[in-house]
């Protein structure tokens, strides 16, 4: 099976852009949503993942507008991510998909299984769900990224990777180089600081403060489907504490923490993520 980036890389023309996407295996449909952060996209999440999870099912690594490879939009970026979802979805005639979701991945995908049950099979979030209990908001990672999206250097840049994982020796020269080079990309630099930049940030904060509408979290008993929240203990970006409402709230969740991971679960504890993954997947 071929796995590679050129082997899998596709593309759908939609009435909003170009969604741009990997597909690989044979199945019932797996859609893998990545996260946010400094010069990320699906494949970087996920590249480690594909060719286990493609054994098992037709996986589809979704390119998320404004991150620099697919087609971007206007709106804010979680928003965007998951009206790119349902039209992803339409656009190929698939009618529900199990979902794994990276930190944002995940909110989008706990936001459609709420609003759209009937399109979300199983859930699988990494991180990211939820509200911060005991944990400081924002976390250290979210500050180091707010600090880089005020004012981007390579240093930065660095300070934030090294906060992403329990194992520094993770973050290799060469992911450090790819990441870099990715956020010199105009779409990319457009919605880090739609997302976290320090006047973005309080805005979005005064915003929720004066708000009718109820934050997403508060809505997570509506998710009917099973599903599997997955954390790494040394997370200091989304603090394992923050799974403590969705673990309770969510009616048919249980909670599988990893040691020695921080927030890229799928690739520090990889083997393990995939086993509990698949299992739960194939009940």
Not at 42 to 51: Q, T
Not at 153 to 171: F, G, Q, S, T
Request: net charge negative; proline share 7%.
């Amino acid at each position: 099976m071929d796995v590679t980036y050129e082997g899998t890389k596709r593309e759908l023309t939609t009435d909003q852009g170009v969604l741009r996407y990997h597909e690989a295996g044979d199945g019932p449909p797996l859609l893998l949503l990545h996260g946010s952060g400094i010069g990320v996209n699906g494949w970087r999440n996920y590249r480690g993942n594909l060719a286990v999870f493609a054994e098992h099912f037709h996986c589809y690594i979704l390119e998320f507008p404004g991150f620099g490879v697919s087609d971007p939009v206007d709106g804010h970026p979680v928003l965007t991510a998951g009206a790119a979802v349902l039209r992803f979805m339409d656009g190929l005639g698939i009618e529900s998909a199990a979902m794994v979701g990276n930190s944002m991945g995940g909110v989008v995908a706990a936001n459609l299984a709420i609003q759209h049950p009937q399109r979300v099979r199983k859930l699988i979030t990494i991180g990211g769900i939820g509200p911060n209990i005991f944990s400081s908001s924002p976390s250290e990672g979210i500050r180091l990224l707010q600090e880089f999206a005020d004012k981007p250097d390579r240093d930065k840049l660095l300070r934030w990777l090294r906060a992403m994982v329990y194992d520094p020796a993770v973050i290799t020269d060469e992911i450090i180089e790819e990441r870099w080079a990715a956020a010199q990309h105009p779409d990319t630099q457009k919605t880090a600081a739609m997302m976290y930049g320090s006047a973005a940030w309080d805005m979005q904060q005064k915003f929720l403060a004066n708000s009718k509408t109820p934050p997403y979290w508060s809505m997570l008993h509506k998710i009917s489907c099973p599903t599997l929240l997955t954390w790494g203990l040394d997370d200091r970006v989304s603090p394992p504490d923050m799974a403590l409402i969705p673990m309770r709230q969510i009616p048919h969740a249980e909670l599988h923490v990893f040691p020695n991971s921080g927030h890229w679960v799928m690739i520090e504890a990889k083997v393990a993520f995939e086993r509990a993954t698949l299992e739960f997947l194939h009940r």
